[in-house]
């Protein structure tokens, strides 16, 4: 089946157009409602939301199709992603939505689903969705003496600091550590600071004055250079970059330099390994992480199994698997002894966990391998399929050719936006970055 309203993470597009107009969501909450209203108990939904201003416009449509479908409402407002997953199981809810974008920007807007295990629905049960969001809901509403009930959850924040703070070592505490918190003006604007602070960290705060336009923008995990830029101001130990809905992370060692995904996810499996407590003897990640980390791990007697991009994927792969550590480049990481999903906080405190037990510098915690060099380019197309046409596909061919065993190419679709995204890696630095440029050059014409 063809999806049409889903993509790589749950439905996503500008507020207040298809998808994410008032009447579709209304009927995805009445599809969702209708699928996950199910045994003889009173069903409930849970809805946390990031800081959007489109968010109070999309929460109100989406409680309008659970209550008609018979299901109880519990309103978060905002809250990380992993919060909802979490609160999902603790309220023993039937389904779980995140109201985000993530990491685009605020005329962006997105619907993620979580099942009552907390875990993101499968493909399958994003299917079962859209079928039912054209169909008929007329036989499948509520009688008038069913039609749910919508609760504001007051204490959803302090419920899911008090879940983060629990997976940080008892026997440790961040006193003497100034830490700088970007919270992308964004769904962790209280809580992240917060649990650091009640940590024992000295909190520097950026990105957390949310006015429903300034979610992501020049902020967070993908605009990290205002992050490093506090750091060595304010001389900080270290930097932490959080995405809008908080389910991601980019760290900065002391000198206010980058650390990406693949670095904390190395780290932090060196650091369970020592401990004993790494499962599926290695770590999952996409196929965008750099052949340094797989090389490293190697080194180390350790396996990197890479699926295609999305952290749902990944976590599938885990899941199935037996292992507990996984995730993204960008700073998705996914710790399953704590969350079902990508949980940039929860990954934070391991890292920071690490550089209390060894009271050594950010930077040298932080950089456990040599990435390989890696260009990633995007390219923007108006309609079509670029990858599929002939010059596309020779220009390809000729790049895995002129690469051979010495890197990588990875070329695939954005599941969020209308771009082609270009990644090549290997040794020679020189080669990666010429053949990046020659396969945008010939998507954009093709395009």
């Known amino acids: 089946m063809t999806r049409k309203y889903f993509g790589t993470d749950g439905v996503r597009g500008t507020a ?25 108990h009173r ?22 199709g659970f209550l008609a479908t018979g299901m109880d409402v519990f309103l978060f407002g905002p809250v990380p992603t992993p919060a909802v997953a979490m609160l ?12 985000s974008a993530s990491h685009n920007p605020y005329d962006d807007n997105g619907i993620k689903l979580f099942g009552p295990d907390g875990y993101k629905l499968s493909d399958a049960q994003e299917q079962d969705i859209e079928r039912l969001i054209e169909s008929d809901h007329g036989a499948k509403l509520a009688p008038s003496d069913k039609i749910g009930r919508a609760k504001r959850i007051e204490d959803a924040q302090a419920r899911y600091i008090e879940s983060v703070k629990r997976t ?30 009640e940590l024992g960290a000295e909190i520097i705060q950026i990105g957390n004055e949310p006015n429903g336009l300034n979610i992501n923008e020049k902020c967070g995990s993908t605009a990290p250079e205002r992050m490093c830029e506090r750091v060595r101001e304010m001389r900080a130990d270290i930097g932490i970059a959080l995405d809008g809905d908080a389910d ?15 670095q904390l996810m190395a780290l932090i499996a060196s650091s369970w390994q020592s401990r004993g407590i790494l499962q599926g003897g290695g770590l999952v990640a996409t196929v965008m992480s750099n052949l340094g980390l797989e090389r490293f791990l190697g080194e180390r007697g350790m396996d990197l199994a890479r699926t295609k991009v999305g952290d749902r994927y990944v976590v599938e792969h885990m899941r199935s698997n037996g292992f507990n550590v996984g995730g993204e480049q960008s ?29 050594r510098p950010v ?14 380019k995007n390219v923007r197309y108006g309609s079509g399929k670029p990858l599929e046409l002939k010059p596309v596909k020779a220009a390809i061919a000729a790049a895995e050719t002129r690469l051979g065993n010495s890197g990588r190419l990875v070329i695939r679709p ?30 954009a014409k093709a395009a």
């Not at 991601?248 to 693949?262: L, P, W």
């Not at 930077?363 to 990633?376: A, D």
């Not at 771009?419 to 998507?443: K, P, Q, T, Y």
Request: hydrophobic residues 45%.
């Open 43 to 64: 069903n409930r939904v849970v809805i946390g939301k990031d800081t959007r201003l489109s968010g109070y416009m999309l929460e109100q449509a989406l409680t309008a």
């Open 331 to 359: 700073g998705h990481i996914v710790l399953s002894d704590f969350s079902t999903t990508g949980d940039g906080l929860i990954a934070a405190l391991q890292v920071l966990a690490e550089v209390v037990r060894t009271g």
């Open 363 to 376: 930077s040298e915690v932080c950089r456990m391998f040599e990435p390989v060099p890696q260009v990633l």
């Open 248 to 262: 991601r992370v980019i760290i900065a060692d002391e000198r206010g330099e980058v650390i990406d995904g693949d």
């Open 414 to 443: 954005s599941g969020t936006e209308p771009l082609i995204r270009v990644m090549a890696e290997g040794d020679d630095a020189g080669l990666v970055s010429s053949i990046v440029d020659e396969l945008c050059s010939v998507i």
């Open 168 to 197: 940080f070592p008892k026997d440790l505490r961040l006193e003497g550590l100034r830490i700088v918190v970007d919270t992308a003006n964004g769904a962790a604007y209280k809580v992240a600071p917060a649990a650091l602070w």
């Open 16 to 40: 207040n157009r298809w998808p994410m107009d008032v009447e579709t969501v209304l009927r995805t909450g009445l599809a969702a409602g209708s699928l996950y209203s199910r045994g003889g």
């Open 88 to 99: 999902t199981r603790s309220l023993r809810a039937d389904l779980g939505v995140m109201i």
